[in-house]
């Protein structure tokens, strides 16, 4: 049974960072797609950033790029999400999910396991 769990939101303000933590058990993880999407209120939810697992490639969203940065620690089974330079806009519930493949995907709904979310909320 995979399980992914996330950590690390809050609440900060507009310019600062913060880094979301995805702690993931039940498999060896070393041939799964890890990501990041994220659902503000009234909003359709939204690729942020993925990462093979085996190898490190990454993709991000043009709106996080250069200011999010995805990473993994192998020992620990966790996967990162650095975000800096934190707007408003990026106000949203952090999602972190998983699928067995080798292809970075954007669209959610070809991910087949989900964490509960964990809120971060930018001020202005």
């Known amino acids: 049974q995979v399980q992914l769990v996330e950590s690390g939101g809050g609440l900060v303000q507009a310019g600062g960072s913060l880094r979301l933590s995805c702690a993931a058990s039940?498999?060896?993880?070393?041939?799964?797609?890890m990501g990041w999407f994220r659902q503000a209120p009234g909003k359709e939810r939204e690729f942020v950033a993925a990462m093979r697992w085996r190898g490190g490639s990454t993709y991000y969203a043009d709106s996080v790029k250069g200011r999010f940065t995805i990473s993994r620690d192998n020992a620990k089974n966790t996967v990162y999400l650095q975000m800096n330079s934190l707007k408003p806009e990026d106000t949203a519930v952090y999602y972190c999910?998983?699928?067995?493949?080798?292809?970075?995907?954007?669209?959610?709904?070809?991910?087949?396991?989900w964490g509960q979310g964990t809120q971060v909320t930018v001020s202005s």
């Open positions: 999910a998983a699928d067995r493949t080798i292809a970075i995907m954007t669209d959610g709904d070809l991910y087949e396991y």
């Open positions: 039940g498999r060896t993880f070393s041939t799964y797609v």
